[in-house]
């Protein structure tokens, strides 16, 4: 996780960025804390990268690169805003020497477009494009973590990336909103993922399922009540956190987090 202390809306790159929305950087910081906070009561352990000034989407750390199993894909932004992004993603994987670093030669946004399932099918990279995220990239992540990629293809912009369409709910299932999906996609969905829980439209653009989950606890954002009445009667135990001030910059719960696979 990276806190957002440089945080602001300088340029909008995304439906939800409005530059001349006024951003409290302060609240911003708070909310954060409250979400890392979360998780470590949850029993997870949080590493912290160090945030830097012109960098003011650096706080959805998600972006910054996709590891399965050791191996990390490096990102390669779509906008030359977030493109230093990736240099310290890259430093901070380097820095712990249990990594193996592939650097991309395709345009990815880590795991804003690329969620990892190790036990569906053997282990299943879902990777998204339409917005950000170059389709050619799908094909370079296989290569690199030896994983099979199912591409999906994304036809909403106000759900630019995957991870704000589709969720990796525990080791083998998953929630989406199908409306963010092309027709020939949520089929595909509909095929590998027949249990799945279904989001609607509200839950989506509430940024419900940009969550996080530990096969039992899911950490989402406490504006999708729907959702997590939904997840409660799978099974799971819904976690709220209110992350309004950074929904400014189009993110939530997952976008702040980069999620290790050692
Ligand atoms: N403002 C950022 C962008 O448009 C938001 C990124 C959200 N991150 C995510 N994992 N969906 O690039």
């Known amino acids: 996780m990276c806190p957002p202390e440089h945080f602001a809306v300088e340029y909008a ?11 409290d950087t302060e609240l911003a910081l708070k909310q954060w804390q409250l979400l890392r906070e979360t998780l470590v009561r949850l029993g997870h352990a949080v590493h912290v990268l160090p945030p830097e000034p012109g960098l ?14 050791g191996v990390v894909y490096g ?59 170059a389709p050619a990239a799908h094909a370079e992540a296989q290569e690199a973590l030896g994983r099979p990629a199912i591409s999906l293809r994304l036809v909403d912009p106000r759900f630019y990336h995957l991870d704000v369409a589709l969720a990796a709910l ?27 829980v279904i989001a609607d439209e509200e839950d989506a653009l509430a940024f419900g399922l940009n969550l996080v989950s530990d096969g039992r606890n899911v950490v989402l954002n406490s504006a999708a009540s729907g959702l997590a009445a939904k997840l409660r009667a799978a099974g799971y135990a819904p976690v709220p956190v209110e992350l309004s001030e950074l929904k400014k910059g ?13």
């Open 56 to 69: 003011p989407d650096m706080v959805y750390a998600a972006n910054g690169a996709f590891s399965v199993d």
């Open 170 to 196: 525990d080791d083998g299932n998953i929630v989406y909103y199908p409306g963010a999906f092309s027709d020939a996609s949520q089929a595909i969905l509909r095929q590998l993922f027949p249990s799945a």
């Open 13 to 23: 790159i995304n439906p939800w960025m409005d530059t001349s929305a006024p951003v």
């Open 75 to 133: 990102a390669r932004f779509r906008y030359p805003q977030r493109a230093a992004e990736a240099t310290a993603h890259r430093a901070f994987y380097e820095a712990a020497r249990s990594w193996r670093f592939v650097e991309p030669a395709e345009i990815n946004e880590g795991e804003g477009d690329f969620a990892y399932l190790p036990a569906a099918y053997g282990g299943l990279i879902l990777a998204g494009y339409g917005f950000r995220t």
């Open 250 to 262: 189009g993110g939530s719960v997952k976008c702040c987090i980069a999620e290790l696979r050692p």
